[in-house]
């Protein structure tokens, strides 16, 4: 069973950084790309940044460009997203997402982890 | 960034009515369309792909279209379990976009 768990979440000051993990399992994750999309309270659903299955190559939303960073560790099956200079803005549940072999949809999503950017 | 505007933004229906929710895409995107089911307090979950094609474990009351540009999603006998929010996204081209969400309620 494909399993998606992202941790690391909470509430932390606006220009301060924030990093999120998501441990997968039931899969070989070396094999897959990988993604995290947003959801700000209330709101839609927003693609945040991808990472090809060896990570070489990545790509990121207009919004967080600059500023966040996606990574990931095969011999973890884990999935990063270091988030810095965060604003006000960035306050979203954050999930962790699998695309299926050469798509741009998602089949596998994690359960969410909650950001809040306040002071 | 293509655009995917989705319609109508609210939708109250009674059990066992069909439904019909509609998507539509700025420029051509092919059968690169998706559709997935939120429930409240839940992540999404992917319904359809391939603008037509139902994800595994996904009823047979629910249906996907393409005409052209314009993209539908039908459930054909509304059940309670299918209160939620659904949403389409493109999967043509980077970044992937996803629509506004069509809030769906029990009349």
């Known amino acids: 069973e494909v399993q998606l768990v992202e941790s690391g979440g909470g509430l932390v000051q606006p220009g301060r950084s924030l990093k999120l993990s998501c441990a997968a399992s039931g899969f070989t994750f070396s094999d897959y790309n990988m993604a995290w999309v947003r959801q700000a309270p209330t709101k839609g659903l927003e693609w945040v940044a991808s990472?090809?299955?060896?990570?070489?190559?990545?790509h990121y939303g207009d919004s967080v460009k600059g500023r966040f960073t996606i990574s990931r560790d095969n011999a973890k099956s884990t999935l990063y997203l270091q988030m810095d200079s965060l604003r006000s803005e960035d306050t979203a549940t954050y999930y962790c997402a699998r695309p299926p072999h050469n798509n741009r949809y998602f089949d596998y999503w994690g359960q969410g982890v909650m950001v809040t950017v306040s002071s | 960034d293509i655009q995917m505007t989705q319609s109508p933004a609210s939708l109250s229906a009674s059990l066992e009515e069909i439904v019909t929710i509609t998507c539509q895409a700025s420029q051509d995107i092919g059968n690169w369309l998706a559709w997935y089911q939120q429930k409240p307090g839940k992540s999404p979950q992917l319904l359809i792909y391939?603008?037509?094609s139902l994800a595994d474990g996904v009823p047979s009351r629910f249906s996907g279209s393409r005409s052209g540009t314009q993209y539908s999603l039908k459930i054909s006998r509304l059940q309670v379990e299918d209160i939620g929010i659904y949403y389409c996204q493109q999967a043509s081209s980077a970044p992937p976009t996803f629509g506004g969400g069509t809030k769906l309620e029990l009349k």
């Open positions: 391939g603008a037509t």
């Open positions: 990472i090809s299955y060896g990570g070489s190559n990545t």
